[in-house]
């Protein structure tokens, strides 16, 4: 499951940032979604994650309320909408699809990751 995000750049601080995670291959509509991100020298965490349907998300408390994550499976894409960026939010941002099925926020239990996209914000 081949999976390309896009929709990263340089930020002021403030601003507003819709990235984009397309996946080919019918896997992509089966299964839960989840976006992580690393930062310089930082582990990959988790951010937000989606369940295929669209009817459950899952967020990293660090995220709430400033980060939506949807989907559109007609067009094999997740969505991860940042509002109000930080310069703490910079780091690469990665999809991947979840084959587990313990815990949602487990990078462990996630596969087909993505080249990543690069957020960087401004202060």
């Known amino acids: 499951v081949p999976l390309a995000e896009s929709g990263g750049g340089l930020v002021q601080a403030g601003g507003v940032l819709r990235l984009s995670c397309v996946a080919s291959?019918?896997?992509?509509?089966?299964?839960?979604m989840g976006w992580f991100r690393q930062g310089t020298e930082k582990e990959r965490e988790f951010v937000a994650a989606i369940s295929w349907s669209g009817g459950s998300t899952y967020y990293a408390d660090s995220v709430k309320g400033r980060f939506t994550i949807s989907r559109d499976n007609a067009k094999n894409t997740v969505y991860l909408e940042i509002n109000n960026l930080k310069p703490e939010d910079t780091a690469v941002y990665y999809c991947?699809?979840?084959?587990?099925?313990?815990?949602?926020?487990?990078?462990?239990?996630?596969?087909?990751w993505g080249q990543g996209t690069q957020v960087t914000v401004s202060s």
């Open positions: 991947a699809v979840r084959v587990g099925t313990s815990n949602v926020t487990d990078i462990s239990e996630y596969a087909y």
């Open positions: 291959g019918r896997t992509f509509s089966s299964g839960t």
